[in-house]
Structures are given as structure tokens and as C-alpha cells.
């Protein structure tokens, strides 16, 4: 394991690479490991295929990527935010692999427990479907799918360890805890990067997944800013 603590582009020198699959946690801008992603982009590899369930926003998180034109395939379940990801699809420019979502969860799943495929009733029947095996059980018809294995994983976690364990916050867990265990190098990024042991109970990703941990630097963006008025307040 890396020494705990480096910053992003130390933690990822010499890890990455042109033509490469990087796994990404979050779900829109919750629970994205915004600094780890800059690294990647300010490294200059290209070539990448992204496996994250959307890629963020126009211009934050994983968007900066596609505007850096440093990626060429896309594994996502969902387009809808980020403009430039939905124009490029729709005019051929970029290879897209739509997945539904609980699909892509297990497919990570899967890859990190060994698993190299599995069938699920998702998809069968339609476009999903196309070009894959399927099969019938018990009357019901089902779908192959593989699972993913990718080069490299990044993650955010609130809390860290010097060992590597890792604390996810709410619903920031997300898609985090998969990407760590289905990639052949993870790197998170940590809010909290606590001087003593976690607990064992409170460990969401052990330590033995986990092979670099950087302290997170930049505010978290929102999203979607939706406040109600204060009391007594006009609208």
C-alpha cells in the first residue's frame, strides 16, 4: 500500500494510463471523489473507458473529463444531467453502454467477489439484451451479464485509517463500496483521516481493498440546491 495522506496526483503517478477501464463511485455529485478524478484529468491519459453510474454534471466531476475529450467509452446508467455526455451520445461521437442500474451494481459486485458472469430477468427482451446469452430457469427467462473488473477504481469516503479502511457517510455509500472492491487498484479520497484505528463495526471497506488514501482539499458542489423559505418568509 502507498503511504497514507499523499496528495491525488502522487497517489495516482504511475498508475495510470492511456486505454485504460477506471471504475468511479457517486451517484450525480454525491459521493464522487472530485480530487482524484482532477488528477486523472490533469494527467493527460486518454483513451479511458468510465464505468460510473452518470457522469456528474457539465464541468464538475466527471464531466471535466469528456470536456478534456480523454474518454471514448462510457459503461453509465443514466445520461440526464450532464449536456455535452447526451450530445456527444446522441451524434455518435462517444460509445455508450447503457446498463440498467441495478445491473451495474451487481456486475461490480460481481467482479469483485470473482464472479465472471451471472443472469438476471433485467433486460431480457429488449435492446439490453442484444448480442448476450440468455437462458431459461424455472420458466423464467433470464439474461447473461458480466461482471466488471476494472484497472483502476476511485471512490470518496468520509472517513479513513492509516490501514486503509474506510467509512462511507449516508447516501454518499452509493455505488463506493462496489467500484473498491472491483478494481485491480483502488485509490480513495477521505474527508476524515483519523489518526486511530476505525472500529471494526464502523469498517464499510476494508483496508485489504484499498491500496492509496488521499485527504479530500475542495468543497463538495450541489447538484440540485432546493431549500424551503423561512418561516414567516414571503414567496
Not at 456486475?107 to 467477489?113: N, T, Y
Not at 439474461?143 to 467509512?167: F, P, S, W
Not at 484505528?197 to 488514501?213: E, Q, R, S
Request: proline share 6%.
Amino acid at each position: 500500500m502507498r503511504p497514507i495522506g499523499q496528495d491525488a496526483a502522487t497517489a495516482l503517478d504511475g498508475v495510470l494510463r492511456d486505454g485504460m477501464t477506471i471504475a468511479v463511485g457517486g451517484f450525480g455529485l454525491c459521493g464522487v471523489p472530485f480530487d482524484l478524478v482532477d488528477a486523472v484529468r490533469d494527467s493527460g491519459v486518454r483513451d479511458l473507458t468510465i464505468v460510473s453510474n452518470n457522469l456528474g454534471v457539465d464541468g464538475v466531476g466527471l464531466g471535466v473529463l469528456l470536456e478534456n475529450d480523454q474518454v471514448s467509452r462510457v459503461l453509465a446508467s443514466y445520461v440526464g444531467e450532464n449536456k455535452l455526455f447526451a450530445k456527444r451520445y446522441l451524434d455518435g461521437d462517444l460509445d455508450v453502454e447503457f446498463v440498467p442500474q441495478g445491473t451495474l451494481a451487481e456486475r461490480l459486485r460481481a467482479g469483485g467477489a470473482g464472479i465472471p458472469a451471472f443472469y438476471t430477468p433485467t433486460g431480457y427482451g429488449t435492446p439490453v439484451a442484444e448480442g448476450k446469452p440468455t437462458a431459461e430457469f424455472d420458466g423464467r427467462c433470464y439474461v447473461q451479464e458480466r461482471g466488471i473488473v476494472a484497472d483502476l477504481g476511485l471512490v470518496h469516503a468520509h472517513t479513513g485509517d492509516a490501514a486503509g479502511n474506510l467509512r462511507y457517510r449516508l447516501s454518499a455509500r452509493n455505488f463506493n463500496p462496489l467500484v473498491a472492491t472491483a478494481a485491480r487498484c483502488t485509490v480513495a479520497s477521505v474527508d476524515v483521516l483519523a489518526d486511530a484505528p476505525l472500529h471494526p463495526d464502523d469498517v464499510h471497506t476494508p483496508g485489504i481493498f484499498v491500496d492509496a488514501v488521499v485527504r479530500t482539499t475542495r468543497d463538495k458542489p450541489i447538484e440540485q440546491r432546493t431549500v424551503r423559505p423561512r418561516g414567516g418568509t414571503q414567496t
